[in-house]
T-cell receptor, first 113, second 111 residues
């Protein structure tokens, strides 16, 4: 039972390049989300999904795209990376039960030069 | 949106009990209080959640006074492995869009 798996663990991009951060979960959780964590700031919600085929924007969605074609996967796409997107990205899931806690992956550390 | 205030950092020694207090003056009626722990290079991990009075699990206790404007996470007999950042969040867990993550409390446990 792996829980929430994020790949890659580290990535370096040049400005303007694109990439996809992968998030996979084996807990059959309906809710999946992406956060970024920057020094001196709390975790900020980028996008989230309450089920396959449904996505919505969080607090800082600009520059990121998501899709949810299956319950298990929720990839985060950067279409044209910018230095401001240098951050640690976390995927988090939770079940549909009331007040269920978030389960986080171990993050992807992204550097954009 | 319910905002929380926690100490930026705390120091303790192995074997001591550590209490981290979180202030949340504008907590709403439906809000729950949830604490997470984060180690370096890892995602946050759920510790405990409560609505009122006291909640205890195998890891920690959570004390919530009647007015719910604050809460205290209690870690009994800490060890070096409890060195981490602890986050207090207030909100309706079913609405993560409205959960505000602060900077947390960085706890250092010394030998």
């Amino acid at each position: 039972n792996a829980g929430v798996t994020q790949t890659p663990k580290f990535q370096v991009l040049k400005t303007g390049q694109s990439m996809t951060l992968q998030c996979a979960q084996d807990m059959n959780h309906e809710y999946m989300s992406w956060y970024r964590q920057d020094p001196g700031m709390g975790l900020r919600l980028i996008h989230y999904s309450v089920g396959a085929g449904i996505t919505d924007q969080g607090e800082v969605p600009n520059g990121y795209n998501v899709s949810r074609s299956t319950t298990e996967d929720f990839p985060l796409r950067l279409l044209s990376a910018a230095p401001s997107q240098t951050s640690v990205y976390f995927c988090a899931t939770r079940s549909g039960l009331t007040n269920s806690p978030l389960h986080f992956g171990n993050g992807t550390r992204l550097t954009v030069t | 949106l319910a905002k929380t205030t926690q100490p930026i950092s705390m120091d303790s020694y192995e074997g001591q009990e550590v209490n981290i207090t979180c202030s949340h003056n504008n907590i709403a009626t439906n809000d729950y209080i949830t604490w997470y722990q984060q180690f370096p290079s890892q995602g946050p991990r759920f510790i405990i959640q409560g609505y009122k009075t006291k909640v205890t699990n195998e890891v920690a206790s959570l004390f919530i006074p009647a007015d719910r404007k604050s809460s205290t996470l209690s870690l009994p007999r800490v060890s070096l492995s409890d060195t981490a950042v602890y986050y207090c969040l207030v909100g309706v867990a079913g609405n993560n869009r409205k959960l505000i993550w602060g900077l947390g409390t960085s706890l250092a446990v010394n030998p």
